[in-house]
Structures are given as structure tokens and as C-alpha cells.
Nanobody, 115 residues
Framework: QVQLVESGGDLVQAGGSLRLSCAASRTIFSINDMGWYRQAPGKQRELVAGISNGGSTNYAHSVKGRFTISRDNAKNTVYLQMNSLKPEDTAVYFC?????????WGQGTQVTVSS
């Protein structure tokens, strides 16, 4: 089992930056795939970025070039660096971990980007 705790969400102006953190309750070295989804009001949850334990990354088209995902296995933490934020990035951001064919979720952290 894996517990995930996100932090770093905030209110920021358009063009600003935030870094989200996702701390896991166990070593993430053995967790193949971790990353972030987001859900805006009235919309479906969508994948933002993912990273494998080998360091391979994938991004939603809408965030490529602006967001960077990374993982620190020694700290059991995954990060999402978000730059050049836009109002359409406003959402609750959820961390996930795929572990033994089960997807674990954090409780979410709110990101609000004002125009």
C-alpha cells in the first residue's frame, strides 16, 4: 500500500511559477510509474505528467515546455515544477502511483491561476 501527500498548491498570477511535491509513505524506488493528474471544475480528470523509475517522462500537450516532472528516490518524493502558469491551469492536482497494478491517489492540492 502507498499513501501519497501532495503540497505546494497556491494562488498565483498568470505567468508565475509553483512547485508541487508528492511525498510517498514508502520507498518509491520500486514504483514504476508516478505522476500528476488534474481536475478542473466540471471537467474530467486528465493526465498532466508521468515519470518512470528509469526517468522516462511524458507530458500532456498543453503543458509541454512549461512543466517539468522529476523524482527523488532518496526522498520518496515526486515533484512538478510549473512555469508560465495560465488561468486554464487552474485545477486540483492529484499525485498518483502505479504499484503492483493498482493506482494510488493523493488527496489533491489546489492550484489557482489568476489572470
Amino acid at each position: 500500500q502507498v499513501q501519497l501527500v501532495e503540497s505546494g498548491g497556491d494562488l498565483v498570477q498568470a505567468g508565475g511559477s509553483l512547485r508541487l511535491s508528492c511525498a510517498a509513505s514508502r520507498t518509491i524506488f520500486s514504483i514504476n510509474d508516478m505522476g500528476w493528474y488534474r481536475q478542473a471544475p466540471g471537467k474530467q480528470r486528465e493526465l498532466v505528467a508521468g515519470i518512470s523509475n528509469g526517468g522516462s517522462t511524458n507530458y500532456a500537450h498543453s503543458v509541454k515546455g512549461r512543466f517539468t516532472i522529476s523524482r527523488d528516490n532518496a526522498k520518496n518524493t515526486v515533484y512538478l515544477q510549473m512555469n508560465s502558469l495560465k488561468p486554464e491551469d487552474t485545477a486540483v492536482y492529484f499525485c498518483y502511483a502505479d504499484y503492483y497494478n493498482y493506482k494510488y491517489w493523493g488527496q489533491g492540492t489546489q492550484v489557482t491561476v489568476s489572470s
